[in-house]
T-cell receptor
Framework: DGGITQSPKYLFRKEGQNVTLSCEQN?????MYWYRQDPGQGLRLIYY???????QKGDIAEGYSVSREKKESFPLTVTSAQKNPTAFYLC???????????FGPGTRLTVL | AQSVTQLGSHVSVSEGALVLLRCNYS??????LFWYVQYPNQGLQLLLK??????LVKGINGFEAEFKKSETSFHLTKPSAHMSDAAEYFC???????????FGTGTSLTVIP
């Protein structure tokens, strides 16, 4: 059945290490998004991609990087430059524009 | 500038009572508006959305929301709260830019038996 998968669900990393979060969708959506969620702050946009091989920075892109080599995949790398990486990360996709976004189950990253 | 504001980070209601979660947006043109629900450690699930059709929008699980342009509001309501409604609720707006959604800070709903 169609949907968005994120893996792993929980991730622990040592400070200073880069880590890549996976996001895959089989909804044939053109657009994909990465959000960061912190308590009391709602969702903040990190990066988004409207089409393969193209992506734009969101409001809090510093310390993160992405790639969009395939339509169904939009991995997010949290680099050592991200000062406070511990958070809940959510991936979403839609057909573009104002179409409803569909969310994955999220990855909780904890940096020790 | 804040595009969407949710008043009240925590709301408690008794089981069977009316649920009212507030959302106001700031936009000179009517945007697209969404309400999502999130259960602990899960992704967001769409409850309902407004896309410039009927101003009263009905969603899943008995929820509905009314778009009021004069008040720039899109409040979420449910006539009778159920224990399973306890969750975090997010209002979101797409400002007709075609590419970005803005989310409120969320309202945590507690249902008291």
């Amino acid at each position: 059945d169609g949907g968005i998968t994120q893996s792993p669900k929980y991730l622990f990393r040592k400070e200073g290490q880069n880590v890549t979060l996976s996001c895959e969708q089989n909804l044939n959506h053109d657009a994909m998004y990465w959000y960061r969620q912190d308590p009391g702050q709602g969702l903040r946009l990190i990066y988004y991609s409207q089409i393969v091989n193209d992506f734009q920075k969101g409001d809090i892109a510093e310390g993160y990087s992405v790639s969009r080599e395939k339509k169904e995949s939009f991995p997010l790398t949290v680099t050592s430059a991200q000062k406070n990486p511990t958070a809940f990360y959510l991936c979403a996709s839609n057909q573009g524009g104002a179409d409803t976004q569909y969310f994955g189950p999220g990855t909780r990253l904890t940096v020790l | 500038a804040q595009s969407v504001t949710q008043l009240g980070s925590h709301v408690s209601v008794s089981e069977g009572a009316l649920v009212l979660l507030r959302c106001n947006y700031s936009s000179s043109v009517p945007p697209y508006l969404f309400w999502y629900v999130q259960y602990p450690n899960q992704g967001l699930q769409l409850l309902l959305k407004y896309t410039s059709a009927a101003t009263l929008v009905k969603g899943i699980n008995g929820f509905e929301a009314e778009f009021k342009k004069s008040e720039t509001s899109f409040h979420l309501t449910k006539p009778s709260a159920h224990m399973s409604d306890a969750a975090e609720y997010f209002c979101a707006v797409e400002l007709n830019t075609g590419n970005q959604f803005y989310f409120g800070t969320g309202t945590s709903l507690t249902v008291i038996p």
